[in-house]
């Protein structure tokens, strides 16, 4: 009888104080929320991206993004633009 009501004490203690306790618990609970919330905007970003890409492939090629890309990397444009670059 002593030995099971000590064995519950030390079960009890572990559970409080140990390494493993109840607030190391909600810890890992709030980190798989951050990562779950953080999971959620790169696959939205990744969702984007694949869009954009895929108006790039062969036979899909949109010119308006080709003409995009061009303006904005390698700063092409016609003869009387001017290209001004604002700050993100």
Not at 28 to 56: C, F, M
Request: net charge positive; charged share 25%; hydrophobic share 45%.
């Amino acid at each position: 009888m002593l030995s099971c009501l000590s064995l519950l004490v030390a079960i009890g203690w572990q559970g409080i104080y140990g390494p493993r306790n109840v607030e190391f618990r909600k810890k890992l609970v709030e980190k798989a929320a951050s990562a779950q919330a953080e999971l959620i905007t790169v696959s939205t970003e990744r969702k984007a991206l694949e869009q954009r890409v895929s108006l790039l492939r062969p036979g899909t090629i949109d010119a308006d993004m080709v003409d995009e890309i061009a303006r904005r990397d390698l700063n092409l444009g016609g003869k009387h633009e001017i290209i001004a670059h604002l700050p993100q």
